[in-house]
C-alpha cells in the first residue's frame, strides 16, 4: 500500500490531546514516539471499541429477548 503524505494543521486543542495520546503511546515516559505510531494507536482504539459496542449491543439484546 502507498503511503500517503499529508500536512496537519492543529489547533491548541488538538495538539493537547495529541501530546496526551503520545504519553500513552510511549514506553517510557521520556520516548517520544513518532506522531504516526499514536495516531495508529489512537485509530485502532477507535475502530475496536466501535466493535467492541455493537457486539455488546447485540449480546444485550439477546439477553433481553
Known amino acids: 500500500?502507498?503511503?500517503?503524505?499529508?500536512?496537519?494543521?492543529?489547533?491548541?486543542?488538538?495538539?493537547?490531546?495529541?501530546?496526551e495520546a503520545s504519553e500513552i503511546v510511549a514506553d517510557v515516559p521520556e520516548d517520544d514516539p513518532p506522531m504516526?505510531?499514536?495516531i495508529d494507536a489512537a485509530l485502532t482504539h477507535l475502530v475496536e471499541s466501535e466493535?467492541?459496542?455493537?457486539?455488546?449491543?447485540?449480546?444485550?439484546?439477546?439477553?433481553?429477548m
Open 51 to 64: 466493535q467492541n459496542i455493537h457486539r455488546d449491543q447485540r449480546l444485550y439484546s439477546e439477553v433481553l
Open 36 to 38: 504516526a505510531d499514536v
Open 1 to 19: 500500500m502507498p503511503t500517503k503524505r499529508t500536512t496537519l494543521r492543529l489547533s491548541d486543542e488538538r495538539q493537547q490531546l495529541l501530546d
